[in-house]
């Protein structure tokens, strides 16, 4: 198949330069690469703080810089198959293809010990120049990258899940729930929501969600959530310590993303409790860290990317186990990917966006 020469792409120049350019070269494929034709591509909180100037991408005093600019964001893609390089195995042409959104090194201490999403030289779809991500009409997938097969018939707003539903089960695979836990997972956002519907099937006590959003905790108790609480209408410590008798909550799960909710979190989890951190945050957060050792001798976890999870998830959303129904609630085509990054920030009340093709 013979590919356009260029196409419409979002390309981030820097921290406060991002533009639609349409005339970006198409990527070559190279020998071991595969091209997908982009059907849909999510935007991410990530990808929300990157374009705000967000240290953490950019760098500041403390930390140095992750981004190598110019690149094209993105890194929740779905797209087919429409050029393959030769040494490339397994894909054919029309398959409709979702990825890892790390491409694993292979040769540092954690891929050559499994941990391949802890990768020390950490290149991820979206934040590099030579790593491109699916805010454009194509993109390249470069060998080494880890890549899944979706299903024709799943639903384009569906399968635009599959990443951050992926990232979600990691998380709660991290929180090891059992069925005599009582949890709380703060913040019932596209991942809280992955989160909520997985969590379900590992049958907790309780499951109780928090979001200031009463929107987003009707669609939690749909998800299977036991309980929904908003935090802004009631004293939600109050309430776990009067459930449990005083003693707290077994697990809490943080993917607001937002500093308060840590604090609400480390007071009303149990002592020996489990607290995951799922959230990029834009700012620091200031905790009495005593909380965490001399008072309750707390498990503080966090939660990376989604190793081993994509396969789950597909065949989890395929199948129906895992509930995806009015999670992307606005698609917006490139040319207006102003409005679909104002409108992902959920200012307008939408759960997911998603720019489309």
Known sequence: MNLPETMKALVAYSRTDYRLVSDYPVPECGDDDVILKVEGCGICAGDLKCRHGAPMFW???????????????????????????????GISLGERIAADQIVPCGKCRFCQTGHYWMCQVHR?????????????????????????????????????LIEPYACAKHCVDRADIGCSDIVVLSGAGS?????????????P???????????????????????????????????????????GCDIYIEATGHPSSVIQGMQMIRKLGRFVEFSVFAEPTTLDWSIIGDRKELDVLG???????????IDGIAEGRLKTDGVVTSTFPIEEWEKAFDCASGRHGDIKVAITF
């Open 59 to 89: 760098g500041d005093d403390i930390q140095p810089g992750y981004v190598q600019a110019p690149f094209i964001p993105g890194h929740e893609f779905i797209g087919r198959a429409v050029m393959i390089g030769k040494n490339v195995q």
């Open 124 to 160: 991820i779809f979206g934040f590099f120049h030579s790593l491109n991500g699916g805010m454009a009409e194509y993109i390249r997938i470069p060998g080494g990258a880890l890549i899944h097969k979706v299903p024709d018939e799943m639903d384009l707003n569906a399968a635009l």
């Open 191 to 203: 991942l809280g929501l992955g989160m909520i519907t997985y969590a379900k099937l590992r049958s």
């Open 205 to 247: 006590k309780k499951l109780i969600v928090l979001d200031m959003i009463d929107d987003r905790l009707e669609k939690a108790e749909e998800f299977g959530a036991d309980l929904v609480w908003n935090p802004g209408k009631m004293d939600v410590i109050s309430a776990i310590m009067d459930m449990t008798d005083g003693y």
């Open 303 to 313: 939660a990376h990317l989604s190793p081993y999870c994509f396969p789950f998830v």
